[in-house]
């Protein structure tokens, strides 16, 4: 219980932390083109649970690296993923009328303008990290961290495990490749998320960077079923979006392939695996344990 | 006459030699997920002018760079390119069922694989920088070539332009909201092609830099009307899309506003402000000065 207070403290920092750096990188409401400026804040700013950027705070945390080194790491994971739910919405692709409580962004805005949000968000997430002023990171861990951004999401990273989703709608998926749609689709961009930290301090221990990495992967999974529980088991006003979308979608998910209880006992697993590789950490590491245990225990 | 067939000789070599690294950064037609990666080939290898990589290239001759050191930001400006254009034909923007000749992508594919096909060679774009790894370059130059193609095609450069443009369809534009709009959607990637090879070279002397930036500009500008001007008095089978689009989407155009006449003076004066700007270069500089005076005369 204690640990869940301390969590919540956290993430509400690192909310406020990141939501300042993305304030500051979006253009203007009031700056031409004002509706496309306009879409991409809306799409940004909501209340978003700011997942990514936690995960790069608590991985500098974990570190001793001062917050201000992943400042820039952790809007652009954000923008990654505000864009890709911006592009997944859109009647061509998932076809969701809400987002986090609101009409996604093509319901609130229209079509082209949103295509358009996407593509400048996505934009944006490397030109924050190019262009981050803060003298301690240097531009080699800057090249670096474009890098791993850039794999991650482009079509061997989230691009490519949503193109590997929608291909999948219809046909019979098997475990294997359903959990290769989710180490893509959303596994990469969580691993980057926590990279972000690893990157900026470019000379941190191989061993502790790969355990970092090991409890990027687990967690990323674990995150994943736990999204597809809570669209069979969650509350749709409290997940924020439609309710059972999956099943209406014929889409295969943990809880349809494995059954609710061991779709639980799947995630619970891996976030034992995620704790086991943080053991030779110290309290810094904490908030990434507070994080993996509220993997699971959340309701959305 | 003989500038002519040089040029077409320069064009080849750098249409090769972009062509050559496009074909390595992309992902093999067979890797999967094989339909996303063969859009993305599709899309990017069909047969382009590669302007851009061209001015990459030619203004790597004209400061004495190497060509290797800008093979990177050639074909990072072309993937942006054909980001563009895949996102620029869908349905909800432009609607273009033609490209270069040949269906466009999402005709070619469909909808929701165009719209991933485009979103990842955005990111393959940046990542072709980041990953570059010719030794000349410095890490300080590729942040600074990472952030100058991110302000060219975010949403207060190329993205916008085309906000821009939608917003004024229908409407009434005058010959200074026309020329914002070609300032950003297509101007701002035509002068990060140019600053692909200015800033690879971080010890050019910063009154070249900006000679070479006023360059392009101008033929930036001169370049979109010729576009405007092909689209009235051009041939579809040669242009390779539809002509008369833009008056059958009641758009304005510079001879919509101005009269196909001073629209032709208006390209020919910014070749020779282009041409004006590059006299203290020596012959070096010969390829910009042929594509400038391209650029007004070709037929599609």
Known sequence: MQDALRLQTFLKDCQARVEQTLDRALPAAEQPPKRLH???????????????????????????????????????????????????????????????????CHKAFDEATAILAGDALQTLAFGVIAEDKHGDTSDGARVQM?????????????????????????????????????????????????????????????????????????????????DDLLDVEGDTDVIGKQSGADAAHEKATYPSLMGIGPAHEAANDLITDALDSLSSFDEGADPLRWIARYIVNRDR
């Open 38 to 104: 306009q879409a991409m804040r809306y799409a940004v700013l909501s209340e978003g649970k700011r997942v990514r950027p936690t995960l790069a705070y608590a991985g500098a945390r974990a570190i001793g690296l001062a917050p201000e080194r992943v400042d820039a790491g952790a809007a652009a994971v954000e923008l990654i993923h505000a864009y890709s739910l911006i592009h997944d919405d859109l009647p061509a692709m998932d076809d969701d009328d809400l987002r986090r409580g609101r009409p996604s």
């Open 146 to 226: 474009i890098a791993a951004l850039a794999r991650a999401a482009g079509s061997i990273g989230m691009a490519g495990g949503q193109a590997l989703d929608l291909e999948s709608e219809g046909s019979e998926l098997d475990l294997v490749m359903l959990e290769n749609i989710h180490i893509h689709k959303t596994g990469a961009l969580i691993r980057a998320s926590v990279q972000m930290a690893v990157l900026a301090c470019p000379d941190l221990d191989p061993e502790q960077a790969n355990a970092l990495d090991h409890y990027a992967k687990c967690i990323g999974l674990a995150f994943q079923i736990q």
